[in-house]
C-alpha cells in the first residue's frame, strides 16, 4: 500500500481473501482483486509523497494451518 503496488498487495494476501474495514457510511469489504487495483490507483504512492511509514506487527497467532496477523499500518489519513 505504501508503494501503490498491486503485485505487493497480491503477495500478502491470499487469493480468497476479502479485505474487510469500517469506513465512512458504515463496514465496507472487497476482494483481493479490487483491493489492489484501489492501492495502485493512489499516485502518486504515499512512498513518492515522502509519508511515513507505519507498519506495526502486533500479534501473529498460528493454529495449524491457520494464521491470524494483527498489524496497525497509518493508510491514506487513517489507522487501520
Do not use: W
Not at 37 to 53: L, N, T
Amino acid at each position: 500500500m505504501y508503494q501503490s503496488s498491486t503485485q505487493k498487495t497480491h503477495l500478502v494476501f491470499h487469493a480468497n481473501a476479502k479485505i474487510t474495514g469500517y469506513l465512512e457510511g458504515g463496514l465496507h469489504e472487497t476482494t483481493v482483486n479490487d483491493f489492489a487495483s484501489f492501492v495502485e490507483s493512489q499516485q502518486p504512492s504515499p512512498k513518492e509523497k515522502g509519508e511515513p511509514i507505519r507498519l506495526d506487527i502486533l500479534s501473529i497467532d498460528i493454529s495449524g494451518n491457520t494464521v491470524v496477523a494483527k498489524v496497525r499500518n497509518d493508510y491514506l489519513g487513517m489507522t487501520f
